[in-house]
């Protein structure tokens, strides 16, 4: 057991520290791993795990929500919100980085995955926060956390397939996941506050004071985003549309109002096409990677041993959550949240349930750390995404996200000392 | 670098984007039946219930196009991410022969892949393997798709490896200019 | 020999539970000749897979939910049409009968059959007293296989297509008003936070499927391959026990809960059996020869309990 997390530990750093592709990094580590350590023969594997991969309803979300990102990068809107928002926020430490915060949790409430909340956000705030001399790395860290809001605030992959493999009430988990994702945009915005309070000459010049009458001229121009915004959300919650179709429904309705908006012509919308498909294609790749490492994993059964090797200590609850986080932020470095879930589920939620804990707080707890994974590297698919549109290196983005993870742990430790933050809401519901 | 076959690659970045709004044009009729008979039961009229039968499952296998067929496109624009924080540290002449070396795991990769995945197209076409749900759709197709992506992915780092293998003996330096494109700035 | 085996459900379901016993059962028998990993949740193979992964050789047994193989065959839906069987000697009967051709067909894709397992009493979820047939006229239907679409259009209601992952956000938008399924799916997902009622029509008993590789079982020694058909049969009998139940438990889970459990009224009841008598006709149509023979087996099963 120990040598084979050794072997990969060593494969993907040399594999990965050498240059190659991060989605072939995850397949060759797949391979090692199957071949090496269950003597099965990995091609078959390879090959159907790959397939079974590539197509799904669910997935179809993440190209469109990209797509909208890049059409809404060409329709000027951008330029609008910040043009709008700007003197209403000049007062305000941290100013226009708090869009990503903001537009992260709002988007939230459209998608279920993280990496859909990032590209769509980043591709309206992070080319224009550059332009307007924010610090990039600030702008990065804000963009790549708060995306991470995708899974708490419902809808949510993440507490679907944790309500699903455990059988707790999907309903109950998504209001559960409300406070605490308020609570995390919380610290996050207050982080920025602190940092833009004590780095004063790393924010970009103010600009001028407008009249008030202009003021709320240029508010207005916020007026399409937020028809996009309700339109997108109350096709869901109005019950025309599934959380996946509603992605489709952002794409038709951006495309609309890049139309209407800055002339969206064909050059624009082929464009805008390409860009999605480029950055789909990358995405696609890397989680079918990812799903072969996933697979390889369990035919190894490390993850379930590591999980065995947990519960054989008998810790106190409180040890034992320490203990799992470590576990779970470890796992998190090489595959994704969903896997982790699924591969681990059938044997941490005995011991979890055996400690005691309320098993709709434990899923919101393992959200989270589930979201903090996305942000760590060597797999983190927040910070792929984030690479794809700046071409800035893994690494770099990593580093310039490391203050909103160690954030993230602050909001676990106060979610375990405050367990109300996740039950409250769900409590209220009646009929346990 | 230099692609040859780029014709074939940015046709199936069309095709992708064809499964893309294909995708699009699915999930707007079935949203747009669902608003029709809000509409009509508001007025007293009976729901149509129209709905495409098998739209999801369908849509989902669209995707395999929407993804697979651009993977090759976008490995010639410098789309698909790596690690290059370490590698730009290193001399020019060990640099080359480690991007070789990458290029032959990426494309030894893609080969087995590119092979498992045509016996899967010829195991379901031997069995007449279909989908579960009602559209019932023949696997082959869908996972034939898949194998063309990764076809194209193969002969796009095929392209790679060789001219990399050329200027890695001939003219290592020319294979790393000194301003790296990003990849948004290539498209 | 260890086997890897692939389970498309969670931990706490009972044909996972029952999949666990069984290569409890197995490995105690070979005394660890014979290892067998039960992998849940679908964490190894996801379950449009499992068929095909057990058949390539991919892994050597796997467990699925036996109608979602009836685009392939007929044969494969026979525990999907509604109103067929009422309980569980019928449902029994029915496998019964059909367990010669079911088993065939799949020995044409090298795979053995291993046991069947019924899910419990299937009724009708809804927001409302589900009393008359004419409340069923336009109502929202979840139906994500050709036999409920069919059965939705019979009864004039709208088809609809939801993931089960959709279930409770689908229901709460109102763009599905009602499903067929299970009480312990009821129990296990907590039904009572998005429906109020229950019908309990029992309008069939869908069975899950274990098989096995062929050729992996050949390679077992033939004490192992006796273990593993004893194992089977054990586990067939005690998973017909707990489903049956669950049946029972599970119904007063959901009703503790403060769904409202029904049976079905004399004008509901007839309706449903019309539809199914039409369904039943039309899938021996499409069933032949096969279908036929298995339907007079099956008659002739129930007709000697009588
Ligand atoms: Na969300
Ligand atoms: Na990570």
Known sequence: MLTLAITLTIALVLLLGGGLWVAFSLMALGYIAIDGFTGLPPGPIF?????????????????????????????????????????????????????????????????????????????????????????????????????????????????????????QSIARLFMAGILPGLMLMALFVGYLMLWSWRHPTRMPEADAPLPLRQRLRETGRILPLLLLITGVIGSIYGGLASPTEAATIGVVLSL????????????????????????????????????????????????????????????????????????????????????????????????VEAAGFDLIWFGIYLVIVVEMSQITPPVGFNLFVIQGMTGRDLLDIARATLPFFLLMLVGIVLLSLFPGIATLLPSMMGNT | MRFYLMPLYRGGAWLAGLAMMAITLLIMLQVLGRVLDRILVLFGYDALGLSISGMSEIAGFLLVGATFLGTAYTFTKGGHIRVTLLTDRIPVRPRALLEVIMLTIALALTLVLGWQLA????????????????????????????????????????????????????????????????????? | ????????????????????????????????????????????????????????????????????????????????????????????????????????????????????????SQGIYTQMELTSPSQLQGLRLRSNNTSTERLA????????????????????????????????TGANTAAWDYVSHFNNANLWLP?????????????????????????????????????????????KTIEDHGIQVNTPTPELESALQQAGNTLLEQWSNRAGPEGKHILETYRNLTDQSH
């Open chain 3, 1 to 120: 020999v260890q086997w890897n085996f692939a389970e498309p459900y969670g931990d706490a379901n009972l044909h996972t539970q029952n999949a666990r016993a069984f290569a409890k059962d197995v490995s105690e028998a070979t005394h660890g000749g014979l290892d067998i990993t039960v992998h849940a949740n679908g964490a190894l193979i996801p379950h449009p897979e499992i068929k095909n992964a057990v058949r390539r050789g991919i892994v050597p047994i796997g467990e699925i939910f036996l109608s979602r193989l009836a685009n392939e065959n007929p044969v494969y839906e026979i525990d999907a049409l509604p109103t067929l069987v009422h309980d569980y000697p019928s449902a029994h009967a029915l496998w019964e009968a059909s367990r010669p051709e079911i088993s065939a067909l799949l020995a044409k894709q090298g795979l053995k059959v291993l046991y069947s397992v019924p899910w419990p």
């Open chain 1, 47 to 167: 090959g159907s795990d790959i397939w079974s991969a590539s197509y799904g309803w669910e997935l179809t979300a993440l190209p469109m929500f990209i797509w909208m990102g890049e059409i809404l990068f060409r329709s000027g809107l951008a330029d609008d919100l910040f043009k709008a928002l700007a003197p209403w926020l000049d007062k305000l430490p941290g100013r226009l980085l708090h869009t990503n915060i903001f537009g992260s949790g709002l988007f939230a409430a459209v998608s279920g995955s993280s990496a859909a909340t990032c590209a769509t956000v980043g591709r309206m705030t992070l080319p224009e926060l550059e332009r307007r001399g924010y610090d990039t790395r600030l702008a990065i860290g804000t963009l790549a956390s708060s995306a991470t809001l995708g899974l708490l605030i419902p809808p949510s992959i993440i507490l679907i397939v944790y309500g699903i493999a455990t059988e």
């Open chain 1, 256 to 351: 609309i109002i890049a139309r209407l908006n800055a002339g969206l012509d064909m050059t624009a919308f082929r464009e805008s096409l390409f860009g999605a498909i480029q950055t789909s294609s990358m995405i696609a790749l890397i989680l079918a990677g990812a799903s072969f490492l996933t697979t390889a994993m369990g035919f190894t059964q490390l993850p379930g041993q590591l999980a065995q090797w947990i519960a054989a200590m008998n810790l106190p609850p409180a040890i034992l959550l320490v203990v799992l986080t470590l576990f779970f932020v470890a796992l998190g470095c090489f595959l994704d949240g969903i896997s982790v879930v699924v591969l681990t589920t059938s044997i941490v939620m005995p011991m």
């Open chain 3, 207 to 251: 069975r899950n499927i274990v098989f096995v590789s062929q050729k992996a079982f050949d390679r077992l020694s033939e004490g192992e391959q006796k273990a593993v058909m004893n194992a089977a049969a054990a586990a067939e009998k005690r998973g017909w026990a707990a489903s049956e139940e669950e049946s029972r438990t599970n119904l």
């Open chain 2, 119 to 187: 016996a899967l197209v010829l195991d379901s076409h031997a069995y007449d393997e279909v989908s579960y749900g009602m559209a019932a759709v023949p696997l082959m197709y869908p996972q034939a798709v898949l194998l063309t992506g990764i076809a194209l992915l193969t002969l796009a780092l095929l392209e790679a490896w060789i001219s990399t293998l050329v200027l890695a003996i001939s003219n290592p330096s020319r294979l790393f200019p000194a301003t790296d494109p990003s990849p948004r700035h290539g498209d």
């Open chain 3, 153 to 184: 259009e019979l009864l004039g209601a709208i088809p609809t297509q939801t993931e089960a992952s959709d279930i409770p956000t689908a229901f709460s938008t109102g763009r599905v008003n009602a499903m067929v399924t299970s009480v312990s």
